[in-house]
Nanobody
């Protein structure tokens, strides 16, 4: 199974909500993050959770997104509310502070597409 599998994206209207999930396989997680890559832009960190469950958020999503883990610690969630078109992006999960490396290469999952219509 792939080490990181994201799901939960979709098409929603402005003001809508989505819950993204990330299944982590094959390694234990301490600090994890949700990243996103809007069309034509660079990938950016939107939320992170540390080993002690403290969280941080990009200013653009603060107050609207919540990052959390499942009880088994191998699942990462991103609850997104009050979505707006600027949130349209492919969303990825990954390790923090360093991106997961496999065979000497940075690894990213397939991501999950979030599209917010105006």
């Amino acid at each position: 199974q792939a080490p990181l599998v994201e799901s939960g994206g979709g098409l929603v209207e402005t003001g809508g909500c989505l819950r993204l999930a990330c299944i982590v396989s094959g390694f234990s997680t301490n600090e994890m993050g949700w990243f996103r890559q809007p069309p034509g832009k660079q990938r950016e960190l939107v939320a992170a959770i540390s080993a002690d469950e403290s969280t941080m958020y990009a200013n653009s999503v603060k107050g609207r997104f919540i990052i959390s883990r499942g009880n088994a610690k191998n699942t990462l969630y991103l609850q997104m509310t009050n979505l707006n078109p600027e949130d349209t992006a492919v969303y990825y999960c990954n390790t923090r502070p360093s991106i997961l490396m496999i065979n000497g290469r940075l690894y990213w999952g397939q991501g999950t597409q979030v599209t917010v219509s105006s």
